[in-house]
């Protein structure tokens, strides 16, 4: 597209400003576990292909912007996968090192799907965290499957932005915090200055604790937007 900046009552000159479209990123994709010390650039395109584990001990670094693909339908390879679908999991011991990046749902083509469906495993939910201690800047998760954040004996900050929209979903059981227990309580804190939208049915057998939220009525669709502006909340599940 040109951009075309004419003078006032006399046309002295015209300056044209063009905008070339830049070159697709190359694709990678991802087909063996990841067994060492890796890094991945926001310079290419990453698709998961079947189960891929970050195995103990090992760092996964992920540049600013960085997409990563995660490709619908059935895979049953590296050895080892035990959903039958693709997926990104970081063993316990492995560390994931990033800033801002994006996990979309990924045709057998690399192009973007409208909609996951691995859904009877994490692919229902929005974010899947098990057995992790994580601080995460911001999440944004629209309209998943079933839940929005699930978490499972593990403990997650966030410190800038927590954003979850559960609206335009025909899941029956959907809440915008599930949490579970396995090894430990599952926990959730939203840093002070933490902006917040939240759209949805709160969770069943969730505790919060907030200066700034206010507290959920059941079935009651849930809905806040703002700023976390007196202090941190919490947010976790009772005891089983």
């Known amino acids: 597209?040109?951009?075309?900046?004419?003078?006032?009552?006399?046309?002295?000159?015209?300056?044209?400003?063009?905008?070339?479209?830049?070159?697709?990123?190359?694709?990678?994709?991802?087909?063996?576990?990841?067994?060492?010390?890796?890094?991945?650039?926001?310079?290419?395109?990453?698709?998961?292909?079947?189960?891929?584990?970050?195995?103990?001990?090992?760092?996964?670094?992920?540049?600013?912007?960085?997409?990563?693909?995660?490709?619908?339908?059935?895979?049953?390879?590296?050895?080892?996968?035990?959903?039958?679908?693709?997926?990104?999991?970081?063993?316990?011991?492995?560390?994931?090192?990033?800033?801002?990046?994006?996990?979309?749902?990924?045709?057998a083509d690399n192009g973007v799907a409208a909609r996951a469906d691995n859904a009877d495993y994490s692919g229902d939910d929005g974010v899947d965290i098990e057995n992790s201690d994580l601080t995460l800047r911001g999440v944004t998760v629209i309209a998943p499957t079933e839940d929005g954040v699930n978490i499972t004996s593990s403990r997650v900050g966030i410190t800038d932005s927590l954003v979850i929209v559960m609206t335009n979903t025909h899941a029956d059981d959907r809440d915008l915090f599930d949490m579970e227990w396995d090894d430990g309580r599952p926990f959730l804190r939203l840093m002070r200055n933490c902006k917040v939208d939240l759209t949805g049915i709160f969770g069943d057998e969730m505790t919060l604790i907030s200066n700034d939220l206010p507290q959920p009525n059941g079935e009651v669709v849930y809905s806040f937007a703002g700023r976390l502006r007196a202090g941190q909340t919490y947010i976790y599940a009772h005891d089983d």
């Open 1 to 107: 597209m040109s951009h075309v900046r004419l003078l006032p009552l006399v046309v002295l000159g015209l300056s044209f400003t063009t905008q070339v479209a830049a070159a697709p990123k190359p694709i990678i994709e991802i087909t063996e576990h990841i067994v060492r010390d890796t890094l991945w650039s926001a310079d290419a395109l990453y698709v998961i292909t079947g189960e891929i584990h970050v195995r103990s001990g090992v760092q996964l670094v992920i540049s600013d912007h960085t997409t990563i693909l995660i490709r619908n339908g059935d895979y049953h390879t590296p050895a080892g996968n035990v959903t039958g679908k693709s997926a990104l999991i970081f063993d316990s011991g492995s560390q994931l090192t990033a800033r801002t990046l994006y996990l979309k749902a990924g045709r």
